[in-house]
């Protein structure tokens, strides 16, 4: 009679240690799925200050203003992130490189302009790390 028990106990210890198993799998996907997901937030949030430094760059050649070689976008506080705005400058062409920079990382961009009569025609932008 005592061999039927010791079988059913020994299929739920098997059981158990199968569930065990899968919570230690799922445990180990939840990890690398939150990583992942705080990663593409903060490179979606340098994406948006690329934007910006962009836009900070686009204003000032629409408006005509006369750009220094090198200054900083304000960005929100709260981020702790600089957004810096690089010019190197030709008479019909101009290379801008934005750099945004939160805590350890950074990303660039790197846009291109032509003057095409009296204006500033941008003809190329390239995502960079």
Known sequence: MKRPRA???????LLLGVVAAAIVALTALLSIDAKTTARDAQAAQLRQLLVAGAADLKSKVDLGEDLKEQWTVQAPSELGAQVRVEVKR?????????????????LRQEIRLQRDANQWRIVAAELGD
């Open 7 to 13: 079988f059913a106990l020994t299929i739920a210890l």
């Open 90 to 106: 030709t008479d019909q062409a101009m290379q801008v490189m934005v750099t945004a920079t939160r805590g350890e990382h950074t």
